[in-house]
């Protein structure tokens, strides 16, 4: 009778534990937060967690240089450019901190971090 009684306990926690991590990860932010900066300064910062609809933001520069920049859920792009190359363009969307997007000859950077709170949780593990 006494481990019958354990064993819907241990469900019930369980259960409590799941519901738990469902609400954290229903009503946060998946952590990801956006830099775009022109010249080594920022321009804009966004939450790629909370974009709900695509939209394009366009950094302008010298000489008629134009990069636009689009932005969707998760994710970030260059989708086009003034510039001859086309590196930043073809580098594709961003989705995680491994890699910016960099534009040299506009000297434009995207640069996406994890968010103060999420990168100690990230340390600890």
């Not at 954290?24 to 900066?37: E, K, M, P, Q, V």
């Not at 910062?45 to 950094?59: E, K, N, S």
Request: net charge negative; with cysteine; glycine share 8%.
């Amino acid at each position: 009778m006494k481990t019958k009684h354990w064993i819907l306990l241990f469900i019930g926690l369980v259960l409590v534990a799941l519901l738990a991590q469902l609400l954290l990860t229903h009503f946060r932010s998946d952590g990801t937060i956006a830099t775009i900066y022109h010249q080594n300064i920022p321009l804009k910062t966004i939450d790629l967690g909370r974009v709900d609809t695509p939209y394009t933001f366009t950094v302008t520069g010298e000489g008629g240089a134009e990069n636009v920049v689009l932005i969707e859920s998760g994710q970030i792009s260059i989708q086009s450019a003034t510039c001859r190359d086309q590196i930043c363009v073809h580098q594709g969307p961003i989705r995680d901190g491994t890699h910016p997007i960099v534009c040299l000859p506009h000297r434009v950077v995207i640069q996406i971090d994890r968010r103060p709170d999420d990168a100690a949780d990230a340390v600890g593990g």
